[in-house]
């Protein structure tokens, strides 16, 4: 890959020619085998509740690698001021700019789960914002009688597992095909968390094989990757994001830290603590191959991202504006299905706490 001290279209980015995306903008792509899950589960005679819960992806249940190695740049823990006129320069220098969120729906019944998610993409570029959003639906049990009778659903001993990894691997299949060719994809949640981290960490060099360059959000993480590895900071705070927050200013971020895994490098990520406004800091993390091969547009990225909260202004809630719209987009998406309809005509027995606490 090609890396030029410039983030221009005409020296490093290209969009053009980009078919897959090209052709999908302003477009709701459905699960092909939607209309056959649901047939499927109708001719079971299985009834889902009319009212799903909201389902978040729980990124933070498992933080990895618990023996990873923390490595501090030899001028130590900085504090560096941000610049958003910088980032408002590499917006107008064309770079194109993809924002990925989802919203998850479950269905909890007797018979099993079933999860209705909405993968949304939006895209950035000097003149417009331009959405794709990706509807799928997975039904998951342990019963083999179910199965028998619906061809369509998936058998597993661990249904919230097998939903996160066939979640993820749905995620990498539409980011890779539908995120324009030598854009900056902004992706809310962490590189490493969760499970199934390790189809993330694979789909990297996919990402990297079409200049797409994968940065990752973290606003919500008890982790204390940095307070539990330096002498000075250990046991004085409750997470990294409490020491950032005190330890920085608005308008501030730190130097970049690396976290490897001692057993296996692929395992490994370069993050920084961002502070835009008098609220909880954020973490903004790329993968180590990332970092080394666009280490100059990567340097950078925190002040893009500091243009872009400023840009959306919330304070309360602070998020870059490419990923709250992308936010609101896959929420929004979710209501296109009238869901009620269509689950009425099957005949799941919903779970007691499903009826007394509907979405």
């Known amino acids: 890959?090609?890396?030029?001290?410039?983030?221009?279209?005409?020296?490093?980015?290209?969009?053009?020619?980009?078919?897959?995306?090209?052709?999908?903008?302003?477009?709701?792509?459905?699960?092909?085998?939607f209309n056959e899950k649901i047939e499927s589960l109708k001719n079971a005679g299985i009834n889902f509740p009319s009212t799903p819960t909201d389902n978040p992806m729980y990124y933070e249940s498992f933080q990895f690698p618990p023996q990873g190695k923390l490595a501090v740049p030899d001028c130590g823990i900085q504090r560096k001021t941000l610049n958003p006129r910088n980032g408002r320069e590499?917006?107008?220098?064309?770079?194109?700019?993809g924002a990925y969120d989802e919203s998850i729906l479950k269905f909890s019944t007797l018979e099993g789960s079933a999860f209705l998610t909405s993968?949304?993409?939006?895209?950035?570029?000097?003149?417009?914002?331009?959405?794709?959003?990706?509807?799928t639906f997975n039904f998951y049990t342990r019963s083999d009688t179910i199965v028998e009778k619906c061809h369509k659903i998936r058998k597993t001993t661990d249904p919230e597992m097998q939903s996160q990894k066939d979640h993820i691997l749905?995620?990498?299949?539409?980011?890779?095909?539908?995120?324009p060719t030598g854009s900056?994809?902004?992706i809310d949640g962490p590189l490493i968390g969760g499970?199934?981290?390790?189809?993330?960490?694979?789909?990297?060099?996919?990402?990297?094989?079409?200049?797409?360059?994968?940065v990752f959000f973290v606003k919500n993480s008890s982790s204390n990757l940095v307070t539990d590895n330096l002498?000075?900071?250990?046991?004085?705070?409750?997470?990294?994001?409490?020491?950032?927050?005190?330890?920085l200013k608005p308008g501030e971020r730190t130097n970049f830290f690396e976290y490897s895994d001692i057993h296996d490098p692929k395992n490994s990520k370069f993050f920084t603590y961002l502070k835009a406004f008098d609220s909880s800091p954020q973490r903004i993390e790329v993968h180590r191959e990332t970092m080394f091969l666009c280490r100059d547009i990567i340097e950078s990225v925190p002040d893009l991202i500091y243009y872009m909260l400023l840009l959306q202004g919330d304070i309360r809630n602070p998020q870059v504006r490419p990923i709250a719209i992308a936010e609101r987009y896959a929420r929004e998406t979710l209501k296109l299905l009238d869901l009620e309809a269509v689950m009425k005509e099957t005949g799941l027995v919903p779970t007691i706490d499903q009826v007394r606490f509907p979405w």
Not at 90 to 97: V, W
Not at 120 to 135: F, G, H, K, M, R
Not at 195 to 214: N, Q
């Open 1 to 33: 890959m090609e890396i030029s001290s410039k983030w221009g279209r005409e020296r490093y980015l290209e969009v053009e020619g980009d078919e897959s995306f090209a052709g999908a903008v302003n477009r709701l792509l459905m699960d092909p085998e």
């Open 90 to 97: 590499m917006i107008a220098d064309h770079l194109p700019i």
């Open 119 to 135: 993968h949304s993409l939006l895209v950035l570029d000097s003149t417009a914002y331009w959405p794709i959003n990706l509807l």
């Open 170 to 179: 749905d995620k990498i299949k539409f980011l890779t095909k539908y995120a």
């Open 184 to 186: 900056l994809l902004l």
């Open 195 to 214: 499970d199934v981290y390790t189809y993330m960490i694979r789909a990297i060099k996919e990402f990297l094989s079409k200049r797409i360059i994968p």
């Open 231 to 247: 002498d000075s900071l250990r046991g004085r705070y409750n997470s990294d994001l409490h020491w950032a927050y005190k330890f």
